[in-house]
Structures are given as structure tokens and as C-alpha cells.
């Protein structure tokens, strides 16, 4: 069975300094790899996603992960911090390509930018 | 297009009453997901359509939840009777019929039972 795990429930950086979010998934077979976030009272909005190829991910707002299949790791990166980048953020894996319920999402990291 | 709509944004209601949740999905998306985010639970998947068809509905927690689509554009999950443990945010998304495209999410439903 799939998992997904988030180290950190809460994150605090400086604005300006790096993010790292860190995800690590148990899979079977080679995984599809998302990143969500949530801003408050919002919706969940797809950052970027990871299914064959590249192993170097870029997203939306500077954000970035690479896939590591040795290390079953999907961290989530962002240069440097801006303040409009508080939010949760979700790690999210799937096994089938156009299977939705078999999308496994993760606990969440709260990120806190501090200015 | 408005992306994903739900309403409402806000539900008050006491223990017992019957809880009607609606969404209507991006026009031209085939798929349709209900998602409940607690706490405890983080977001986990109640159920999902596919042209308006219930494909997996293994996540309702109980016989009380029930949701339809009676058409490509409006859903509905109801809750009767509701409980307090049904207090969370309930989130609809829409996704299209093609290899796994982002799902677009609602702002959500927070609902409190009291």
C-alpha cells in the first residue's frame, strides 16, 4: 500500500531564506509525485507534479522537487522565501496514472515565513 | 471560467438535521471528487464521478453520507442525519478526462455540527 509522509508539521523560515519541505513515499511500482498547497480558506492548488522523465521538477512560484528513488523522497524547494508563501503544503503519490482514488495524500506542513 | 464552485461556504447546523453540500464543477471536466479535511484525518477522498457516474464511492464513511450528479454540472453530498463528528471542511474538485491532470479545487465547505 501506498504512503506518504511529511516530516515537520510546522515549518518556520526567514523571508528570503531557503524552503525545504520534506516528502517521502512507500510505493510498489514507480509512483506519480504532486505537491499542493493551500492557502487559508482556500482550495488545494497543484504546484507541480512529478510523472516520468525529468527527475527535476519546477513549478509555480519558484517552487521546485526532485524526485530520488533511492532515497523514495520528493522535497519540495524554494530558493528563497517570500511571505505570500505561508500556507499548508501537501506531498500527495499515486500508483496508476488515471487512477484518482488512488491518490494518497500526505499529513500537511504548515509553512511560517517570517519577515 | 469561475473554477470550481461551492456553496455554502459556511454551514451551522444541529446534530440531527439533514446537510446538503453543492458544487458545480469547470465546465468540460469529467470528473468529480468529494474530499473531507479534518484535523485528525487530513483529506481524504469520499468519493468521485466520472460523467456524472459514482465510480468509487468507498470513502463514505456511513450510509448517512450519500452524494448524486444529476447532471455535468452540479453535485450534491448530503449528510442525514448529521453528527458532530461530521464537522469539517468538505472540498469539491474537478478534473478532465485525460492522463492525471491537476484536479481544480473549491474553497470549501466548513461545516459545524453542533
Known amino acids: 500500500a501506498q504512503s506518504v509522509t511529511q516530516l515537520g508539521s510546522h515549518v518556520s523560515v526567514s523571508e528570503g531564506a531557503l524552503v525545504l519541505l520534506r516528502c517521502n513515499y512507500s510505493?510498489?511500482?514507480?509512483?506519480?509525485l504532486f505537491w499542493y498547497v493551500q492557502y487559508p480558506n482556500q482550495g488545494l492548488q497543484l504546484l507541480l507534479k512529478?510523472?516520468?522523465?525529468?527527475?527535476l521538477v519546477k513549478g509555480i512560484n519558484g517552487f521546485e522537487a526532485e524526485f530520488k528513488k533511492s532515497e523514495t523522497s520528493f522535497h519540495l524547494t524554494k530558493p528563497s522565501a517570500h511571505m505570500s508563501d505561508a500556507a499548508e503544503y501537501f506531498c500527495?503519490?499515486?500508483?496508476?496514472?488515471?487512477?484518482?482514488?488512488?491518490?494518497?495524500f500526505g499529513p500537511g506542513t504548515s509553512l511560517s515565513v517570517i519577515p | 471560467d469561475a473554477g470550481v464552485i461551492q456553496s455554502p461556504r459556511h454551514e451551522v447546523t444541529e446534530m440531527g438535521q439533514e446537510v446538503t453540500l453543492r458544487c458545480k464543477p469547470i465546465?468540460?471536466?469529467?470528473?468529480l471528487f468529494w474530499y473531507r479535511q479534518t484535523m485528525m484525518r487530513g483529506l481524504e477522498l469520499l468519493i468521485y464521478?466520472?460523467?456524472?457516474?459514482?465510480?468509487?464511492d468507498s470513502g463514505m464513511p456511513e450510509d448517512r453520507f450519500s452524494a448524486k450528479m444529476p447532471n455535468a454540472s452540479f453535485s450534491t453530498l448530503k449528510i442525514q442525519p448529521s453528527e458532530p463528528r461530521d464537522s469539517a471542511v468538505y472540498f469539491c474538485?474537478?478534473?478532465?478526462?485525460?492522463?492525471?491532470?491537476?484536479?481544480?479545487f473549491g474553497q470549501g465547505t466548513r461545516l459545524t455540527v453542533v
Open positions: 474538485a474537478s478534473s478532465r478526462d485525460s492522463e492525471y491532470t491537476e484536479a481544480f
Open positions: 510505493s510498489s511500482v514507480p509512483p506519480y
Open positions: 512529478y510523472t516520468t522523465g525529468a527527475t
Open positions: 500527495a503519490v499515486s500508483d496508476m496514472k488515471t487512477s484518482y482514488d488512488k491518490v494518497i
Open positions: 465546465s468540460g471536466h469529467d470528473y
Open positions: 464521478f466520472n460523467n456524472n457516474v459514482p465510480i468509487d
